[in-house]
């Protein structure tokens, strides 16, 4: 009889697991098969960490331009003596730079945004490092949203060493940002009163040279003459690889 009764009993639904390298959308007792793969994942994770970045980075906007003299002063507090300002920017620069090396861009951000929260102005160096960090780790929008919250806002003036790093981040996508780094040199040009280089362009013929664009490099140096820039000791040495701009190249300038 036991036996009997125990063949009626109804069996329990057994239920598919996701596995781990999915995401289900839906209620967990009713799973669709709606998934998210793990690229899509890590896409919006990123995402995520750019908006992070930028809201953090929009804090700095805020901060005063200078620091009550009297903080910028050696002092005792707490039977240790505080560090001044210009040797808290050293510090945290050198931080950002090994965040750069180590891959980690958002601690390079989150390193920067700190010290303005801590009342210590950024400078050159320090925001430089942090728009280096991002493109060396391949982090492009991250760095364009740096730019943008950093030196657009003029929380720090750029130099050319600051579009240079940008361009370079620009150049080194697949295929090159085209129309970005020309935006950028314009407004370089506009909105900061800065002539293009020979190293501005410098780092532009180099994505010619990597993309194998030898007409875009060929207007680039049709370009440096229009504005008057003569090439450098580094300008040949970019271009040397390619026989159509060497031969350009000794064309316009020779």
Request: charged share 25%.
């Amino acid at each position: 009889m036991a036996q009997r009764l125990a063949a009626n009993r109804p069996r329990p639904e057994l239920r598919h697991t996701p596995s781990c390298s999915q995401i289900v959308l839906g209620s967990s007792s009713h799973p669709t098969k709606t998934c998210v793969s793990k690229s899509h994942h890590t896409k919006i994770l990123r995402t995520h960490a750019h908006q992070v970045c930028q809201k953090s980075l929009r804090t700095l906007r805020t901060l005063p331009s200078e620091r009550p003299a009297v903080s910028r002063r050696l002092c005792i507090q707490n039977g240790q003596v505080s560090k001044t300002d210009d040797e808290i920017r050293k510090d945290v620069t050198k931080r950002i730079i090994k965040f750069g090396r180590t891959n980690n861009p958002n601690e390079a951000v989150q390193a920067l945004v700190d010290m303005g929260l801590k009342g210590v102005q950024p400078d050159i160096q320090a925001a430089t490092a942090t728009l280096a960090a991002c493109v060396s780790c391949g982090q492009i929008q991250m760095a364009a949203k740096v730019y943008d919250e950093i030196f657009l806002q003029r929380v720090v003036v750029p130099d050319h060493l600051v579009f240079e790093t940008l361009l370079r981040g620009y150049m080194a996508c697949t295929p090159p940002q085209w129309g970005k780094s020309e935006a950028l040199v314009a407004e370089m040009e506009r909105v900061f009163g800065l002539q293009p280089s020979a190293a501005t362009f410098n780092t532009l013929l180099e994505g010619c040279v990597r993309s194998n664009d030898t007409q875009m490099g060929s207007k680039l140096l049709d370009r440096m003459v229009a504005k008057d820039v003569f090439p450098d000791s580094k300008t040949y040495e970019v271009i040397k690889r390619k026989k159509i701009l060497r031969a350009y190249f000794k064309k316009t300038f020779q």
